[in-house]
């Protein structure tokens, strides 16, 4: 009964502060000079188009590094530290080359890139017949008989009609991931993945894979192709079951390196050893600058901590910004920085990612108690003005899911994403596809998440 009443008290606490005249003014004020006096799109043209791509273990990503201290030690926190964290350094070498060919010497290039974590082609590159699959009980019918000394063809599009689109980019994502892994164990000498996109274009989309438990000596290239060169190679395919297909890349897997999460804190007022964290990946491919995934997610990040220095308010609990390091090929920054804080003791009773994009925001994905989301989901009317309407339970980040625990509570910044695919690792993920309001507006939300739990939770 008495845990009932807490429960109840706490519940009320937050509803009825919902139209609470001091926290609309402060609101209203994280949004305008985020507007007006933001500084979340000048930090990413710098990342974006002084650093570039910033693939883990890359001299990009350790610039990335040092820019990243400079500017938080610029903003003037109580502490600026960097956490020392091993990641997987994989370089793509010169850029890829395939090709279709139906008979001798009638050849049609397609675009490809090869698969981060991939082994290189022969220094001849490839030429076998190709089988197309749909997923991999497809391949697994065809079996090893059919598979052995050919390239297989993995071409599940994401599903267009979930309005979702990381719900249809997790239902084919599996074929990237583990393509190779499968099509080995059958003799295939290697994968062509169909990009993770919606659209028809030209761009192929990079992306992490793994070859599991596999012995160097059984590893095949893994190469992703373009949705265009996926569909031409899909349509020659049911022409000629005979055609052959060319795949030239020289990647190459080295030692880890030593690299580190990028760390600045506000130390709280009130409860400074209770922790909430707001964080993005500072990595990214290497095909474009990684504006979208996870630029955006920094700077935004970033701007948090400094919106609440502008605007005055100083949190009653430690208010940490985490650039993490790795996300993309390993996510050994999230598993560093989570080990760290167990090692620690760290209560961290609130986490928040961006990493979907700058887009518009809509609101966020939460993953908490029932108790705490309906709490949570009666703050709607603050967020009603700036057109954030979507409080649902969900995942937050994998940069944030370790810590998770029973009680506390994690969340998403969850921008439309109906352009995101369009970008996320390819060679268009650069400056020019950021728009300044739409970036500085998910700033300013995430801002106000962070206070409104903070300000409420006592």
Same mark, same amino acid.
């Given at each position: 009964?008495?845990?009932?009443?807490?429960?109840?008290?706490?519940?009320?606490?937050?509803?009825?502060?919902?139209?609470?005249?001091?926290?609309?003014?402060?609101?209203?004020?994280?949004?305008?000079?985020?507007?007006?006096?933001?500084?979340?799109?000048?930090?990413?043209?710098?990342?974006?188009?002084?650093?570039?791509?910033?693939?883990?273990?890359?001299?990009?990503?350790?610039?990335?590094?040092?820019?990243?201290?400079?500017?938080?030690?610029?903003?003037?926190?109580?502490?600026?530290?960097?956490?020392?964290?091993?990641?997987?350094?994989?370089?793509?070498?010169?850029?890829?080359?395939?090709?279709?060919?139906?008979?001798?010497?009638?050849?049609?290039?397609?675009?490809?890139?090869?698969?981060?974590?991939?082994?290189?082609?022969?220094?001849?590159?490839?030429?076998?017949?190709?089988?197309?699959?749909?997923?991999?009980?497809?391949?697994?019918?065809?079996?090893?008989?059919?598979?052995?000394?050919?390239?297989?063809?993995?071409?599940?599009?994401?599903?267009?009609?979930?309005?979702?689109?990381?719900?249809?980019?997790?239902?084919?994502?599996?074929?990237?991931?583990?393509?190779?892994?499968?099509? $080995?164990?059958?003799?295939?000498? +290697? !994968?062509?993945?169909?990009?993770?996109? %919606? #659209? &028809?274009?030209?761009?192929?989309?990079?992306?992490?894979?793994?070859?599991?438990?596999?012995?160097?000596?059984?590893?095949?290239?893994?190469?992703?192709?373009?949705?265009?060169?996926?569909?031409?190679?899909?349509?020659?395919?049911?022409?000629?079951?005979?055609?052959?297909?060319?795949?030239?890349?020289?990647?190459?897997?080295?030692?880890?390196?030593?690299?580190?999460?990028?760390?600045?804190?506000?130390?709280?007022?009130?409860?400074?050893?209770?922790?909430?964290?707001?964080?993005?990946?500072?990595?990214?491919?290497?095909?474009?600058?990684? $504006?979208?995934?996870?630029?955006? +997610? !920094?700077?935004?990040?970033?701007?948090? %901590? #400094? &919106?609440?220095?502008?605007?005055?308010?100083?949190?009653?609990?430690?208010?940490?910004?985490?650039?993490?390091?790795?996300?993309?090929?390993?996510?050994?920054?999230?598993?560093?920085?989570?080990?760290?804080?167990?090692?620690?003791?760290?209560?961290?009773?609130?986490?928040?990612?961006?990493?979907?994009?700058?887009?518009?925001?809509?609101?966020?994905?939460?993953?908490?108690?029932?108790?705490?989301?309906?709490?949570?989901?009666?703050?709607?009317?603050?967020?009603?003005?700036?057109?954030?309407?979507?409080?649902?339970?969900?995942?937050?980040? $994998?940069?944030?899911?370790?810590?998770?625990?029973?009680?506390?509570?994690?969340?998403?910044?969850?921008?439309?994403?109906?352009?995101?695919?369009?970008?996320?690792?390819?060679?268009?993920?650069?400056?020019?596809?950021?728009?300044?309001?739409?970036?500085?507006?998910?700033?300013?939300?995430?801002?106000?998440?962070?206070?409104?739990?903070?300000?409420?939770?006592?």
């Amino acid at each position: 009964m008495k845990r009932l009443l807490i429960t109840l008290l706490w519940i009320g606490m937050f509803t009825s502060n919902a139209q609470n005249p001091e926290v609309e003014t402060q609101i209203k004020e994280l949004y305008t000079t985020a507007l007006l006096e933001g500084q979340s799109y000048e930090w990413l043209r710098h990342l974006s188009n002084q650093i570039g791509g910033r693939l883990s273990g890359s001299l990009n990503a350790e610039r990335a590094v040092e820019w990243g201290k400079e500017e938080l030690d610029a903003l003037g926190l109580d502490r600026v530290y960097l956490q020392p964290v091993m990641v997987p350094k994989w370089i793509r070498g010169t850029f890829e080359y395939a090709n279709i060919e139906t008979s001798p010497g009638n050849t049609v290039n397609v675009p490809v890139c090869a698969l981060g974590g991939s082994v290189a082609t022969p220094l001849g590159g490839i030429k076998a017949e190709v089988v197309e699959v749909k997923n991999f009980e497809e391949l697994q019918a065809l079996g090893s008989e059919k598979v052995k000394g050919k390239i297989v063809f993995y071409n599940r599009p994401m599903q267009a009609d979930l309005i979702n689109t990381f719900a249809a980019y997790s239902g084919c994502v599996s074929q990237r991931v583990s393509g190779a892994k499968e099509a $080995a164990q059958l003799g295939a000498v +290697g !994968v062509i993945v169909r990009s993770m996109n %919606l #659209r &028809l274009d030209d761009y192929p989309h990079t992306g992490t894979m793994s070859y599991g438990d596999l012995p160097l000596n059984k590893r095949i290239p893994a190469a992703a192709i373009s949705t265009n060169g996926a569909e031409l190679l899909s349509s020659m395919l049911a022409l000629n079951p005979k055609l052959t297909f060319y795949l030239k890349q020289n990647c190459k897997n080295l030692p880890d390196v030593l690299s580190y999460n990028v760390i600045g804190e506000i130390k709280g007022t009130t409860h400074p050893e209770e922790f909430m964290v707001v964080g993005g990946h500072l990595d990214s491919w290497d095909l474009g600058d990684g $504006a979208h995934d996870d630029g955006a +997610g !920094v700077v935004q990040s970033m701007e948090v %901590l #400094r &919106l609440f220095k502008k605007t005055g308010y100083r949190p009653k609990r430690t208010l940490r910004v985490v650039l993490f390091m790795n996300e993309e090929n390993g996510q050994r920054g999230a598993i560093k920085y989570a080990a760290e804080a167990e090692k620690n003791k760290e209560n961290h009773v609130f986490a928040l990612e961006s990493d979907a994009g700058g887009f518009s925001p809509r609101g966020f994905s939460i993953d908490t108690t029932p108790e705490k989301l309906k709490a949570i989901q009666a703050w709607e009317p603050y967020f009603r003005p700036y057109l954030i309407h979507m409080f649902i339970k969900g995942g937050s980040g $994998a940069d944030v899911d370790d810590l998770k625990t029973d009680s506390n509570i994690l969340a998403g910044l969850r921008p439309d994403s109906q352009r995101y695919f369009d970008y996320h690792h390819t060679a268009i993920d650069t400056f020019d596809a950021i728009n300044k309001r739409e970036l500085e507006l998910g700033a300013a939300t995430m801002a106000t998440l962070v206070y409104l739990v903070d300000y409420f939770t006592l």
